[in-house]
Antibody, heavy 122, light 105 residues
Framework: ELQLLESGGGLVEPGGSLKLSCAAS????????MSWVRQVPGKGLEWVSA????????YYTDSAKGRFTISRDNSKDTVDLQMNFLRADDTAVYYC???????????????WGKGALVTVSS | DIQMAQSPSSLSASVGDRVTITCRAS??????LAWYQQKPGKAPKLLIS???GLQSGVPSRFSGSGSGTEFSLTISSLQPDDSATYYC????????FGQGTKLDI
């Protein structure tokens, strides 16, 4: 059974850092691009970052550029999101999502994790 | 950036009704559009990809259409389980979601 399990969420002060991890199972991880999508509670979905199957291509929404770093370890079937200089408006549930292609700038998502809540507050 | 305008933002309907949700892209995205269903406290679920491709296991009362900049999701005969928020997503260039449509039954 395909599973995506996020971890690492929590409460962090403005300006702080947090690292989210997503552990994948049930599919050939390196064959698929992965993304992080966030959702402010009660609001809509926002794409944050994406990484190709090889890890050679990484992409970010404008608000994440320079602050967030996406990476993957295909030997461990994990994808991470390192978030630095966090702001209050980064508060959201962060979902790990599996793409349907190996690489490319755009794709849809056929499986999602349950999400990890990140709260940025003093 | 490609923007997605989804309408209506909410609607109320009855069991058996036919409803349509529309999504408009700010530029041509060919057929690179997906529809998701999200229930409270849950992750989104993929319903349709490439504008009209129904995902395995999704009831046939769901259908999608459109190309270019205008798209729609139709539910032909509403069931109580269809109560949810629906999102469109363009994936022609990176990814952008519509604002969502909350469907109450």
């Amino acid at each position: 059974e395909l599973q995506l399990l996020e971890s690492g969420g929590g409460l962090v002060e403005p300006g702080g850092s947090l690292k989210l991890s997503c552990a994948a199972s049930g599919f050939t991880f390196s064959h698929y691009a992965m993304s992080w999508v966030r959702q402010v509670p009660g609001k809509g979905l926002e794409w944050v970052s994406a990484i190709s199957g090889s890890g050679g291509g990484t992409y970010y929404t404008d608000s994440a550029k320079g602050r967030f770093t996406i990476s993957r370890d295909n030997s461990k079937d994990t994808v991470d999101l390192q978030m630095n200089f966090l702001r209050a408006d980064d508060t959201a549930v962060y979902y790990c999502a599996k793409g349907t292609v190996t690489a490319g700038r755009g794709y849809h998502y056929d499986y999602w994790g349950k999400g990890a809540l990140v709260t940025v507050s003093s | 950036d490609i923007q997605m305008a989804q309408s209506p933002s909410s609607l109320s309907a009855s069991v058996g009704d036919r409803v349509t949700i529309t999504c408009r892209a700010s530029q041509n995205i060919d057929r690179w559009l997906a529809w998701y269903q999200q229930k409270p406290g849950k992750a989104p679920k993929l319903l349709i990809s490439e504008a009209s491709g129904l995902q395995s296991g999704v009831p046939s009362r769901f259908s999608g259409s459109g190309s270019g900049t205008e798209f729609s999701l139709t539910i032909s005969s509403l069931q109580p389980d269809d109560s949810a928020t629906y999102y469109c997503q363009q994936y022609n260039v990176f990814s952008t979601f519509g604002q969502g449509t909350k469907l109450d039954i």
